[in-house]
């Protein structure tokens, strides 16, 4: 079998002719070359594969991200209404020692 493999490409088995290795089918009678058409399969899968794992890398940054800035967001509410708290209950502190000492 190995017999119509060249350095270039190989010779089709049914009309002779010369066609890249790669190749699934011969370009010039459209025969079935296996090994090609295997090659091609198991590159597409490939693809198809990373594909998803870009996807999912993707959506699972996405979703990250979106929780980190929600976290931000919740914790930046909550210390201000702290500060809040803070500056009410000290003016209202200052407010009572103003008025019991003057
Ligand atoms: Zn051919």
Redesign the pocket.
Known sequence: MDSNVTATGVH??????EFESHEAR?P????MYEPGAEKQYMRKLGDIREDMEDLNGLALSETKSELKAAAKSTLRTIVIIIVAILLLSGILYLWDFVRWWF
Do not use: H
């Not at 089709?12 to 002719?17: H, K, R, T, V």
């Not at 010039?28 to 025969?31: A, D, L, R």
């Open positions: 089709c088995l049914n009309c002779g002719a011969c010039y009678c459209g025969t």
